[in-house]
């Protein structure tokens, strides 16, 4: 038991040192966690031979990553990708299984080696890709959407690989021990059925998890809801998801598929949110996990015995599948960034791939030396995702944004306005329909394309420009413009903004978004007459909503947000001043803390003063909340 402690402990303590610094650094956390997995195994050997026996069980973190994006999907969706699905993740299997073949045949290997092998590389990672997608918000993106369709046809396309690899066993080749991967327990409820039989037990399990998930699920949950316990509820969501794990191993499907379908059916139930909250704190871990042991069971000794060979099979199955993978972006109009989203993301071998391994060893058909190798290969191949992702944000994505933005010329200004609007997004929308509503002709900048494209859908004209630019500006008529509102997402270019405009039109009353109080106070230094954070009073709201929701009479709860305004206007200047001190060099200025506490205990007692109550008829009837 003790020694399950230790080894617990490393693992953990591994993921809790490597992966803040990973993300810190803006790697993200995938690489950090197979960072830790070769330090505390090839590096420092803390870990060992364990870690095929945990990857088994951290693999269980892929089985509950589809569950959980299978419940953001409903089956209109999912029928809608269907040309994605079949065309686009068919085509990427078959012309990568047939380009892995081809290589495979063409370095002197028999064909039914050649063919598990091509089948084996052209599997991606479902773990990192979709983790990485999802960290950084790209799964929405066309090349996100086009990537998960593939990876969800490359997992329906493991089920028939099984099926095949035992038929090309070759003959007088020695089969392996069995695998971690494998179903060790003995148990099937297709082993010795016939063709026909295999296929109805095969039915009947996919037909259970359908019917079951949709009828039996809901009042399973009520009855569980009733106990009041949270930890049963969580119990719950465990054995649902290990449950279908369980059947679809028994009957030789994917866990993973299987867990998808269901998270699929149980997507529109009302218990939906509760399942992903008690799901995903045991998906996040088991995945890391999974990360982990894939670092840890690098071999650097068969590494370093076979480094040319294993870094130019890693190079090209990379360079391989990207070429593949571009073509078909194009093929099927996912176009710019996202191709190459789609391209990077995809360009690995995955997790499956190790299966197949030892499950091609097993039945003699792959050589026990070459499967060590190609082990390497698919690991490092693995290991260099997230930097892939890190090239795609770092080096192709600034280079389209910026081709975009430079192919187009500015456009064309026709038009001037006392009120110019730099930023026409979520800040600058409220902003120019607020003006509109009154009637004041108002000129609108933006840097976006797509975002001017868009508001133009709703009749919301704009002008394509970088307001940084000072000649737009003055094509604009900054000259002649009474106000100029600064709302764009960028902290720099507004302050550069805001310098050049009082710099060189100091008639201009400019009015500025800060991102926060320091931001704020920045752009007051520049010169800004008017500083609105964006979270500030939608802030105030909220607590006002907030005091009410407590019992506090909604003017009462009106005056003492009133109350919190006059009282920090009241003291801004106190503020700024001790603030510049910091930007002048001070690295601690005490006299800014003990500024900001006399504040707030100002402001305590300005909030607990006595105040008039309203007059019925001066204010709507309200009924106080229950308490």
């Known amino acids: 038991m003790t020694t399950y402690f230790i080894q617990a402990f490393i693992y953990l303590l591994a993921a809790v040192i490597a992966v803040p610094l990973a993300k810190r650094f803006g790697l993200g956390s995938v690489l950090g966690y ?3 997995g070769v330090a505390i195994g090839p590096v420092m050997g803390l870990v060992g031979q364990e870690s095929d026996t945990i990857q088994h069980f951290a693999e269980f973190g892929v089985v509950m990553m589809l569950f959980l994006v299978g419940m953001e999907l409903d089956p209109k969706s999912l029928w809608a990708q269907k040309a994605r699905l079949v065309g686009l993740g068919g085509l990427q299997v078959a012309l990568t299984a047939a380009a892995g073949m081809a290589v495979a045949w063409w370095l002197g290997l028999q064909w039914q080696t050649a063919l598990t092998i091509g089948l084996i590389f052209a599997l991606s990672s479902t773990a990192i890709v979709l983790q990485t997608l999802n960290e950084k918000g790209l799964a929405k993106t066309a090349g996100g959407r086009s990537a998960f369709a593939v990876l969800l ?3 329906i396309a493991v089920i028939p690989m099984l099926a095949l690899i035992p038929l090309l066993a070759l003959p007088g080749l020695k089969g392996g021990p ?4 494998s179903d060790d327990s003995g148990f099937s409820l297709v082993a010795g059925l016939p063709g026909w039989g295999h296929a109805l037990v095969v039915v009947g399990a996919i037909a259970a998890v359908i019917v079951g998930g949709y009828y039996l699920s809901r009042p399973l949950f009520r009855y569980v809801v009733q106990s009041r316990l949270r930890e049963i509820f969580t119990a719950t969501a465990l054995m649902l998801v290990i449950g279908i794990a369980a059947l679809m191993s028994i009957v030789n499907l994917s866990p993973a598929l299987g867990a998808f379908l269901a998270g699929v059916i149980l997507g529109n139930s009302e218990f939906r949110h509760e399942l992903k909250a008690s799901i995903e704190p045991f998906k996040g871990l088991l995945l ?3 990360f982990i042991t894939v670092g840890a069971g690098i071999n650097f000794e068969v590494l370093a015995a076979q480094w040319g060979i294993v870094v130019a099979l890693v190079v090209a199955v990379i360079v391989v599948k990207a070429l593949i993978l571009l073509v078909l972006a194009l093929k099927f109009g996912v176009h710019g960034s996202n191709g190459w989203l789609f391209t990077l993301g995809l360009a690995q071998a995955g ?12 039945n003699r058909v792959i050589p026990a030396d070459i499967a060590q190798i190609l082990s390497l290969v698919v690991a490092l ?5 997230p930097l892939l992702f890190i090239v795609y944000d770092r080096v192709v994505l600034p280079r389209y944004r910026r081709s975009t933005n430079d192919e187009r010329e500015a456009d064309a200004i026709d038009e001037e306005a006392p009120v110019i609007v730099a930023g026409v997004g979520r800040f600058g929308q409220v902003i120019y329909r607020l003006l509109r509503a009154n009637n004041i002709p108002v000129v609108v900048l933006d840097h976006e394309i797509e975002q001017i494209e868009n508001v133009r859908k709703v009749n919301i004209k704009s002008f394509f420009g970088d307001a940084s630019r000072p000649g737009l500006l003055e094509t604009a008529g900054i000259e002649q413009a009474r106000l100029l509102v600064v709302a764009i997402d960028d902290r720099e270019r507004t302050l550069d903004i805001v310098k050049h405009v009082k710099k060189f039109f100091p008639g201009i009353w400019v009015l500025a978004r800060a991102f926060d109080r320091g931001h704020g106070y ?3 230094e ?10 500030y009073h939608s802030a105030l709201e909220l607590g006002g909503h907030a005091l009410t929701a407590l019992g506090v009479h909604p003017m009462r709860a009106r005056q003492m947000t009133w109350a919190f305004i006059d009282h920090e206007m009241a003291h801004e200047n106190e503020l700024f001043e001790a603030w510049k001190e910091i930007e002048e060099g001070i690295s601690f200025n005490r006299r800014y803390g003990e500024l900001f506490i006399k504040l707030e205990e100002a402001l305590s007692s300005t909030m607990h003063r006595d105040w008039e109550e309203p007059r019925t008829e001066d204010v709507p009837v309200w009924t106080p909340p229950d308490k």
């Open 34 to 36: 197979l960072a830790a």
């Open 153 to 155: 046809f490359q997992d």
């Open 178 to 181: 069995g695998s971690s991967f």
């Open 288 to 290: 890391g996990l999974f």
């Open 351 to 362: 997790e499956f791939g190790f299966v197949l391994l030892t499950y091609s060893v097993q």
């Open 381 to 385: 191949s693995m290991f260099l995702t």
């Open 522 to 524: 920045q752009l007051r």
């Open 526 to 535: 520049a010169g800004a007459d008017d500083v609105v954070s964006e979270t």
